[in-house]
């Protein structure tokens, strides 16, 4: 499956290069010839409308000429402002086209907006070149939802915020991936992982799993939903009706399961959590050691690694901060101390009177 990433702003930022037309184009056309789906994932605050409408006339070009490729969008965190418009460009074209979310993602739809400089006829001008800019966007809106043209104005004109569910809801997609629970014993992580036993073994190389210095099962649950392959490329997606679409849907393996059918599968998973987790317990304490000798505290450094401590934690970056000042300030005092002269002070007349006196009988002939 091709995939296409628009994961930054669209069009060239002032401080970062973002998304352009030219990188989609790029992208599709180096689509193999018989390969038959394409995965578009969105995740993208907007950005430059114009270059949106191009990226958005790419990719509705490229499904209007490729009917027989399938062209899944996926929308995986944010799609706002100009890339919710990119978002339902394939669809617009062939409604068997989907665009399928996470259940948290976030999509934001508004009128078009800018700076402008000069007279009120300059104002005027502008504020009719938004309009007509906005009634085009409106328009893509209103073909994906089937809500009026009025309805979407009104929508665009308070700059409206969708989430998860309301997403799906509102008609701006055609389904959603539904999270499992969470909160879950080490063996119902994996029993409630939806994947496909049998694509495991394929996919299983490209992902890793977040771990501590033991298996991290819940991170595992996590990493299990998004390798599950499917006809559409998607694990266990909800359809407008809420019902789990029987294209989306995958297998429930339990641990059991998974080590009995393929123990192979099963070892690596552990050996790669095994893996990761001693390589980041050795980046924290290298991170330690290495703030201790900055900060000059390498006792307190090894104490953090002991406990367990977070190097990126600000009260513990607080604290190695306040040793060091500390110490540096110790060691100033004690550089100064250095400098001070050992100087023997003068006698005090007073201490040697005896012998001023004895002195003074003898020159007039006392004893």
């Given at each position: 499956m091709k995939e296409i990433l628009i994961n930054k702003t669209i069009g060239e930022g002032?401080?970062?290069?973002?998304?352009?037309?030219?990188?989609?184009?790029?992208?599709?056309?180096?689509?193999?010839?018989?390969?038959?789906?394409?995965?578009?994932?969105?995740?993208?605050?907007?950005?430059?409308?114009?270059?949106?409408?191009?990226?958005?006339?790419?990719?509705?070009?490229?499904?209007?000429?490729?009917?027989?490729?399938?062209?899944?969008?996926?929308?995986?965190?944010?799609?706002?402002?100009?890339?919710?418009?990119?978002?339902?460009?394939?669809?617009?074209?062939?409604?068997?086209?989907?665009?399928?979310?996470?259940?948290?993602?976030?999509?934001?739809?508004?009128?078009?907006?800018?700076?402008?400089?000069?007279?009120?006829?300059?104002?005027?001008?502008?504020?009719?070149?938004?309009?007509?800019?906005?009634?085009?966007?409106?328009?893509?809106?209103?073909?994906?939802?089937?809500?009026?043209?009025?309805?979407?104005?009104?929508?665009?004109?308070?700059?409206?915020?969708?989430?998860?569910?309301?997403?799906?809801?509102?008609?701006?997609?055609?389904?959603?991936?539904?999270?499992?629970?969470?909160?879950?014993?080490?063996?119902?992580?994996?029993?409630?992982?939806?994947?496909?036993?049998?694509?495991?073994?394929?996919?299983?190389?490209?992902?890793?799993?977040?771990?501590?210095?033991?298996?991290?099962?819940?991170?595992?649950a996590s990493i299990f939903n998004n390798i599950g392959e499917t006809t559409a490329g998607f694990p266990s997606v909800q359809n407008k009706t809420g019902s789990s679409s029987e294209k989306g849907a995958c297998m429930k393996v339990t641990v059991e399961d998974l080590k009995r059918e393929n123990p192979d599968v099963y070892a690596q998973i552990l050996a790669e959590g095994e893996k990761q987790g001693v390589e980041k317990e050795k980046a924290r304490a290298s991170r330690f050691l290495e703030m201790g000798d900055k900060a000059g505290c390498n006792d307190f450094a090894l104490e953090c690694i002991k406990n367990g401590s977070d190097p990126a934690d600000t009260k513990v970056v607080d604290a190695f901060f306040e040793k060091g000042f500390l110490s540096k300030k110790l060691n100033d005092s004690v550089k100064e101390s250095e400098k001070i002269p050992n100087v023997n002070p003068p006698k005090n007349p007073a201490d040697d009177s005896e012998e001023l006196y004895s002195g003074f009988d003898k020159a007039i002939g006392g004893k």
């Open positions: 002032l401080f970062e290069p973002g998304i352009t037309a030219e990188e989609v184009r790029n992208g599709l056309s180096s689509l193999a010839a018989d390969e038959k789906e394409v995965k578009i994932i969105v995740d993208s605050p907007g950005g430059d409308v114009f270059e949106g409408l191009s990226i958005f006339n790419v990719i509705r070009d490229f499904a209007r000429n490729h009917a027989e490729v399938k062209i899944t969008t996926y929308i995986q965190g944010i799609a706002a402002s100009m890339a919710s418009v990119i978002a339902l460009a394939a669809s617009s074209v062939n409604p068997s086209n989907e665009i399928i979310i996470e259940d948290n993602s976030v999509f934001m739809i508004h009128n078009a907006w800018g700076v402008v400089v000069g007279n009120e006829n300059d104002m005027r001008e502008s504020a009719e070149w938004f309009s007509r800019v906005d009634s085009i966007i409106r328009a893509v809106y209103v073909k994906k939802t089937g809500k009026s043209e009025k309805e979407i104005k009104k929508l665009m004109d308070e700059e409206s915020w969708f989430f998860g569910e309301e997403i799906l809801a509102s008609g701006f997609c055609d389904g959603m991936v539904k999270s499992e629970k969470t909160d879950m014993n080490p063996e119902e992580a994996v029993s409630y992982a939806k994947l496909n036993v049998g694509g495991v073994k394929n996919r299983i190389k490209e992902k890793t799993i977040k771990a501590s210095s033991k298996f991290d099962f819940k991170a595992a």
